[in-house]
């Protein structure tokens, strides 16, 4: 009896040593999880002064870290801090911009005054660069002082410069050639040589003469190129003992039509029937004032319709309203998108740039003859740099020339 | 769950919905109802025009730098301003018979640093951004299919063609004759093209106007039943 009590309970220990021992088995080992490591920080921080700028932006490159891409390759991101002091504590160390991992630069800029991370010019800024991993940042990477300083030359606009310089030299050039009374020869544009006919038309007719400007600024190139061609309509219409009116979208712009109808009626020897209300301003906002020149086409049934300048939506809804007025069209700008609706509803449109050859052709003065002749003479240029260009391109078969396009330019 | 429109809700958008209607009268010719809506619109736009302009120009851009914000008291430290405030006075001087003359020097002004801003825009938008567009930005990829599954390299060469005639037919000083005028003629189909498929994109543009209001005259008919 004492012998089975031993035998079982040497069985019972060993199954319960067993059951242990399997259990032990399944349970997963008591993890130790190792702490996670920052990311090494960035080296080599170098601060330098943002060229060709108003003097509020810092240029900011670092090497990267060695844990991005490589290592432990635990970087997300890069921090970029500025503050006014290497000794600034944390809370002045302001985060001006954040890069994705394997980026080695940043521009900080900021020009407005009144923003939070405002950059002020010739003041002694500090930078750091920290590296970001999840939930992690290393220790951050320190460089300055530098100071941001504005610039007087823009090296990006080099070509602009280039460009600019020769087309002031062909147009001296030119204008000296017709000031000394060497013809210039200029091709026929049928849109210019409808406006006398026109002009005509409405005196015949004994109706006025619709000019809008447009509604662009003084400062745009078609109002500009309009401008030389409201001076010569309007000594034509003083000749003719005719009316006109021109309704105006831009205060500037009615002031600079008054100065320029009023010398017009002056050099035809009448500035005594210069009305300056035929020159008057409407308002400042589109469609208001496309309502009002319509119903003034509508009500004054002008002989001619002149429209030239700068045009948007508008362009559709008031050649329209002329042709059913009855009116004959004469249009030009140089906004592509507007073209269309004036070749449909106008019987002369002056295409772009035949919008600037027109002042030249119509007056034949040596100033706008010789800019014009100047203009030629550029897109010639352009012409046969475009061919070489793409000869090039194509004899080479490599794309040799879009370096200079895209490389800064110093 | 319905939501009811206020009474104020239904009453300017009754005006707004009145006031397209006025303007549509147009299409079947002038009468008193668009002469109202016209005079309306300018008359609103002008007063609009000039509270915006004395808020984000005048105030802004001049008195906030001669004076202390929000009061008459002088500021010291940007007295250049004044250099601009004198020339819009000069403006004025335009309803003096006399000393209107003086109202031509900031007119001129103006116009010179706008002609002097607009030069170089104008070179580079429209010289050297074209230039850099043809000869770079084309690939002139033979292997590619492109449009019409014609490769691409073909349309890039059509877009060359195109530009090129285009620059032609703007050359002024030489007749359109011979292979010049042919050239030229080329360059007026290629314009007359592309006009073509603005003139479709825009009026589509437009349609989508329309049925914006009519979309707004339908919810008005709601609101009212």
Redesign the interface.
Known sequence: MKHIKLILFICLSLCLTQAIVAQTATDPPAETAPAVQPPAPPGNVILKDLPNDEGHGILVRWDLSPDDGAGRNTVISYDIYRALSPSAPDSLWMNVGTVVLGTKRYSDKSVEKDAPDFLPKKTDLYYRVVAVGAGVRSTPASAGPVQAYDNWFNSMKMPELIFCIVFLILTVRFINMAKRGIDLYVRPLAGIEAIDEAIGRATEMGKPILYVLGIGTAGDIATIASFTVLGRVARKVAEYQTSMIVPCCDPVVMTIAQEIVKTGYADAGRPDTFKEDSVYYVTSQQFPYVAAVNGTILREKPATNIYLGYFAAESLLLAETGVLAGSIQIAGTDQVSQLPFFVVACDYTLLGEELYAASAYLGREPLLLGTLKAQDYLKAIVLVLMVALLALRVITGADVISKPFDAPWW | MEQTASMSTQIWTTVGIFLTFC?FS?LY??NPF??F??HL??G???G??AILLYYTNLRQNLLDHLFQPGTWTPKFDELYYIIPALLGIA?WT?FSKKYSWI??YP?AL??G???G????V???NN??S???G???GLG?DWSTSGFLGVPQGFWDVVV?VG??SS??Y???????KGAWGGAAKLGIYT??I???A??GY?VMARISLLIGRIQAIQDWWKLLG
């Not at chain 2, 801003?117 to 170089?120: D, F, L, T």
């Not at chain 2, 703007?170 to 359109?176: D, L, R, T, W």
């Open positions: 303007l147009f010719k002038d668009y002469k809506a016209e619109v300018v609103v736009s002008v609009y025009w403006m335009r109202s031509r007119l103006f116009l640093i706008s002609s801003i607009a030069i170089p104008t070179m580079k010289v050297l074209q230039l850099r043809t000869v770079v002139f060359v530009t090129i620059l032609i703007f050359f002024f000083s030489k007749e359109h314009l007359m592309g006009f073509g603005t003139f825009t």
